[in-house]
């Protein structure tokens, strides 16, 4: 509903508060239920104390509606009706001076999606499309990350799709095309994975010198047990024409992208070998409950070890065919790009790099002397976790003790105690090493677009 600021004026010599009945009768008037009964829904009051004013925050159908339940107000003074909006619907449209975009019901609200993901905690970089980040410390918990405050990362306007009416076909050098429902999908065998998603671009604000593109810090990364059908299964079910070998993942989320003169959708390409090697997942739960729209309701893949772009979401086609997928973010986007003894060369972005980081201390934190954690949680495409070292102070690299189960697709907690005898500074680095041999640089090699920033990570703190 739309949004309003009321203003309420009154003389010092007429304050109807006091008047101990007129003054009740007013904030009777105001109340919650007296407000729903005439179809105004009150957000926040406040009085300016000395200066008799009253100004509140209210939702109404239209203007008429509000103004009907002015009516007691105006006769204690005067009313002044402005139209408003919330600082993220003014942050997603553009600025104090644009109207309020029309939003199509097939769309999330993009003031609503933003202010959700304020309210849980996220770090917003970005309105539209909504992107923010998980604070580093948040990090610290649990084995997955409350949905809330997992991270997001989107291209363009948040789909807002009807579970009931929605369909996946699967399609192209298929020997039967399927067309399935969230009820077909819910029948199927089901499985549940604990997985890391990280955006290629975590860590991009760290490169010297700067790169375009989203600035994330280190928190644009998070873990979840997702539950849904081995995407295997149906491909099999569909059943390959001789010489498929690439399957093209199309959402429903799309726009204009720059250099394009029309719209075009979301999608991303893999090779029937990968999505074996991967054990891919068309999932439709996190952490046990439903998709929300900013996840990928109704259904999205998710692809185990590659960074987060291979798992599409808002799912609605898949296309096998003979051809590499050639997607504008497949060809043009997420991709290595380097110049090398004054050559250009470049490498597409598949699996992630093997990263720790440090949830505790945080940046800034005060540590008394004495005993303390050194706390984190480390990942890898490649495979698990071996081994995360820690250094405190430039000093020798020490191996932290690895905690809980290890998951080959899923970040590994670890910690490091360790006893703080001198007051002052202190830095803590974290290395991650993973069973194939990687190992964090100290630091990454930049490239232009920024992607797969896995600089060892360095926190400073002060013991008092």
Sequence with gaps: MPLFIVRHQHAPENCPAR??????MLLNHLSRPSAARYGVVIKAEAVV?????????????????????????????????????????????????QPAAEVSAALLDPADACQDAIEAGLLVHRAYPLNGETSVPDLAGGAVMPNGRFYLRNHFDIPNLDGERYRLSVGGLVERPLSLSMRDLHNLHAESLVVTLECA??????????????????????????????????????GLQPGATQLTFRGADGGLVEGRDA???????????????????????????????????????????????????????????????????QAEKYWYQWVRNGRDEREPVTLMNVRALIASPDQGESLPRGETAIRGVAWSGAGNISRVDVSLNDGPWREARLVGERRSSAWQWWELI????????????????????????ERAEWNRLGYGNNSIHCVTAQVI
């Design 19 to 24: 008047d101990p009945a007129m003054g009740v």
């Design 49 to 97: 104390r000395g200066a008799h004013s009253l100004f509140f925050i209210a939702e109404a159908a239209d203007e008429t509606v509000l103004q009907a339940f002015l009516a007691p107000f105006r006769q204690a003074g005067e009313v002044e009706v402005m139209a408003a909006s919330t600082c993220a619907e003014v942050v997603a449209s553009g600025g104090c001076d």
């Design 201 to 238: 671009g975590n860590g991009r604000s760290l490169f010297d010198p700067a790169v375009p593109g989203e600035a994330w810090g280190l928190g644009a990364v998070s873990t979840a047990e997702w539950t849904g059908v081995p995407l295997i299964e149906v491909i099999e079910r569909a």
């Design 263 to 329: 719209p075009i959708r979301f999608e991303r390409g893999l090779s029937f070998d990968q999505i074996r090697e991967t054990g891919a997942l068309l999932a439709y739960e996190m952490n046990g409950e439903p998709l929300s729209p900013p996840h990928g309701y109704p259904l999205r893949l998710i692809v185990p070890g590659w960074y987060a772009v291979a798992s599409v979401k808002w799912l609605t086609e898949i296309i096998v065919t003979d051809k590499p997928c050639e997607a504008h973010y």
């Design 418 to 441: 360790t006893p703080l005898e001198q007051t002052g500074p202190l830095v803590v680095r974290a290395r991650g090493t993973d069973m194939a041999g990687r190992t964090q640089p």
